[in-house]
């Protein structure tokens, strides 16, 4: 029977949420992002900021009126009135960061990705559960008001039986960008691709095959991948991801009774459609968005889920979290991609 109507979205008003003092660790670009969302949409509060540079801490916090700046990771982790850590550091540091903060006794929200590989994410699970504190993978997407909606038309069965999932993401990036550098983990993987396959990872779960194909960079980073996947009970999925330039960043879940198109970029603010065979068509209409009109959400959710005692945000589960990190693991694995500190582990 197809359907008349979609789910509304469950997600609160980011300002009704439980106020956390949250203390920044890395000052660089997504820090502001982040900053600037929750100090526009909540009622969160940005209380301290690290960095291995005391400057640029000072300089983050006159910027955004942060009442405390710190010159060292380790000093910010042991602020005794700091709740929460968001770690926001260079890729290859968020697993020491985080181990900091947990050391502490602080929550974490890290960045995506929570590591550079699945052993990073799965210790890191290990250390926040031993110490009984809250941690979490900031892919924001899965806290916007529309993936909420979607995971109630996933769970409801209006797609049928998932057959098809296709996603990609692509960008053009300065020369002179980090993702560039192979020291710092570059390439578009964990940049950009880590969102096509945690939607992929979402909707089916682990691959039973999966086949890579990859493109180098002159900088020394891969350039473009592509991967084909085969799940349990025959369905496929398919991502692309590059640093050669911007692409709609569109991704579709095919189902037995019906199509998810996520208009692009589907992993920001916006709109999707569910359509049937008999030509039925129904849309979410969102305001499209990025950061600023986006990150608030996994801050609110996160401040809910430790005022309710939660140590995970079921939005983005730690499982969930080295689950996709697996699967990019077995594509660098193939494509011989390593990333540094793993002495070989991807060759």
């Given at each position: 029977?197809?359907?008349?109507?979609?789910?509304?979205?469950?997600?609160?008003?980011?300002?009704?949420?439980p106020?956390?003092?949250?203390?920044?660790?890395?000052?660089?670009?997504?820090?502001?992002?982040?900053?600037?969302?929750?100090?526009?949409?909540?009622?969160?509060v940005?209380?301290?900021?690290?960095?291995?540079?005391?400057?640029?801490s000072?300089?983050?916090?006159?910027?955004y009126?942060?009442a405390?700046?710190?010159?060292s990771?380790?000093?910010?982790?042991?602020?005794?009135?700091?709740?929460?850590?968001?770690?926001?550091?260079?890729?290859?540091?968020?697993?020491?960061?985080?181990?900091?903060?947990?050391?502490?006794?602080?929550?974490?929200?890290?960045?995506?990705?929570?590591?550079?590989?699945?052993?990073?994410?799965?210790?890191?699970?290990?250390?926040?559960?031993?110490?009984?504190?809250?941690?979490?993978?900031?892919?924001?997407?899965?806290?916007?008001?529309?993936?909420?909606?979607?995971?109630?038309?996933?769970?409801?069965?209006?797609?049928?039986?998932?057959?098809?999932?296709?996603?990609?993401?692509?960008?053009?990036?300065?020369?002179?960008?980090?993702?560039?550098?192979?020291?710092?983990?570059?390439?578009?993987?964990?940049?950009?691709?880590?969102?096509?396959?945690?939607?992929?990872?979402?909707?089916?779960?682990?691959?039973?095959?999966?086949?890579?194909?990859?493109?180098?960079?002159?900088?020394?980073?891969?350039?473009?991948?592509?991967?084909?996947?085969?799940?349990?009970?025959?369905?496929?999925?398919?991502?692309?991801?590059?640093?050669?330039?911007?692409?709609?960043?569109?991704?579709?879940v095919?189902?037995?009774?019906?199509?998810?198109?996520?208009?692009?970029?589907?992993?920001?603010?916006?709109?999707?459609?569910?359509?049937?065979?008999?030509?039925?068509?129904l849309?979410?209409?969102?305001?499209?968005?990025?950061?600023?009109?986006?990150?608030?959400?996994?801050?609110?959710?996160?401040?809910?889920?430790?005022?309710?005692?939660?140590?995970?945000?079921?939005?983005?589960?730690?499982?969930?979290?080295?689950?996709?990190?697996?699967?990019?693991?077995?594509?660098?694995?193939?494509?011989?991609?390593?990333?540094?500190?793993?002495?070989?582990?991807?060759?």
């Amino acid at each position: 029977m197809t359907a008349t109507t979609l789910p509304q979205s469950r997600v609160p008003a980011s300002r009704d949420a439980p106020v956390l003092r949250w203390g920044i660790m890395g000052p660089g670009w997504i820090a502001e992002r982040f900053t600037e969302s929750i100090q526009a949409h909540t009622g969160q509060v940005i209380a301290a900021v690290g960095s291995r540079s005391l400057s640029r801490s000072k300089a983050f916090a006159e910027a955004y009126d942060v009442a405390a700046a710190y010159g060292s990771y380790e000093e910010l982790a042991a602020a005794p009135d700091i709740d929460i850590v968001y770690v926001c550091t260079p890729h290859t540091g968020h697993h020491a960061a985080a181990a900091f903060a947990i050391d502490a006794g602080k929550h974490v929200l890290i960045e995506k990705p929570i590591g550079l590989n699945a052993g990073q994410a799965r210790d890191i699970a290990r250390r926040a559960e031993e110490a009984g504190v809250f941690a979490a993978e900031a892919m924001w997407t899965f806290f916007l008001p529309k993936f909420d909606v979607i995971r109630q038309i996933l769970h409801a069965g209006t797609l049928g039986t998932i057959t098809t999932v296709v996603a990609e993401y692509g960008e053009h990036f300065d020369r002179t960008h980090r993702i560039f550098n192979p020291e710092l983990a570059g390439g578009p993987l964990l940049d950009l691709g880590t969102y096509p396959l945690a939607l992929v990872t979402e909707v089916l779960g682990s691959p039973e095959r999966l086949f890579a194909v990859g493109q180098p960079h002159e900088s020394g980073v891969n350039a473009q991948l592509s991967a084909v996947m085969q799940f349990d009970g025959g369905a496929q999925a398919v991502v692309n991801t590059h640093v050669h330039n911007f692409t709609p960043t569109a991704a579709s879940v095919v189902g037995s009774k019906a199509t998810l198109t996520i208009e692009g970029p589907f992993n920001m603010p916006g709109g999707f459609e569910v359509r049937f065979p008999d030509g039925t068509l129904l849309r979410h209409d969102e305001p499209a968005g990025g950061h600023f009109e986006g990150l608030h959400y996994e801050a609110a959710a996160v401040a809910r889920a430790i005022a309710a005692g939660s140590t995970q945000a079921s939005q983005r589960t730690l499982a969930a979290s080295v689950r996709t990190l697996d699967v990019a693991d077995e594509i660098r694995r193939q494509l011989r991609v390593v990333f540094p500190g793993e002495a070989g582990a991807a060759a």
